[in-house]
């Protein structure tokens, strides 16, 4: 959910500095079914019923959904922010993979949030003394905020390089468009 509030921040930085939304038609992303595919295993594995049928497979699910993705990323290293995105996905995947195939939240950032640990299986749980702790869910988007959640480190950079591709993806001229005449 922390994704969504870095796509409106880029949209709305797309805006300010003259950008328009039909360009960010022309971005062109490589393997998107593969990310989609990843994104998609994780809602169904951290939402509903599947999270608690899934037991003991739920960190390897995890593990694999979050390779998905970065393998989509490190796929579109060449658009404008995917470098960013791609540090934050390792970052992130590092302290899933250093703890077993779950992201360590804080307790005092699930609280800040709102949230309770949940039951089943859940992409944060509280662990005494998490392995890569500064890379792990220690912040949390406030309670009153809609969609409040907590967040890492590697949450934040991919959030920036989200942002950073929408922007500059929206202030690109159409293909085809005509530059500056030359003297």
Do not use: C, H, K
């Amino acid at each position: 959910m922390f994704l969504l509030y870095a796509i409106a921040a880029g949209i709305l930085a797309g805006f300010l500095l003259g950008g328009r939304l039909e360009r960010l038609d022309g971005l062109r992303l490589r393997w998107t079914p593969v990310a989609l595919a990843g994104l998609g295993v994780q809602l169904v594995l951290f939402f509903g019923p599947v999270g608690d049928a899934v037991g003991a497979l739920g960190p390897a699910i995890y593990v694999a959904s979050t390779g998905a993705v970065l393998a989509f990323v490190v796929r579109n290293l060449r658009v404008p922010g995917l470098p960013v995105v791609a540090g934050g996905a390792v970052a992130n995947l590092a302290a899933i993979l250093a703890n077993g195939g779950y992201m360590p939240a804080s307790a005092d950032a699930l609280t800040a949030a709102g949230l309770d640990p949940a039951e089943g299986f859940s992409n944060s749980v509280v662990l005494a003394q998490p392995a890569l702790a500064p890379l792990t869910d220690v912040f949390a988007l406030p309670a009153w905020l809609p969609m409040a959640n907590v967040f890492s480190v590697g949450d934040v950079l991919i959030a920036i390089g989200v942002a950073v591709a929408i922007t500059v993806a929206m202030r690109r001229p159409a293909r085809g468009a005509a530059g500056p005449a030359e003297a």
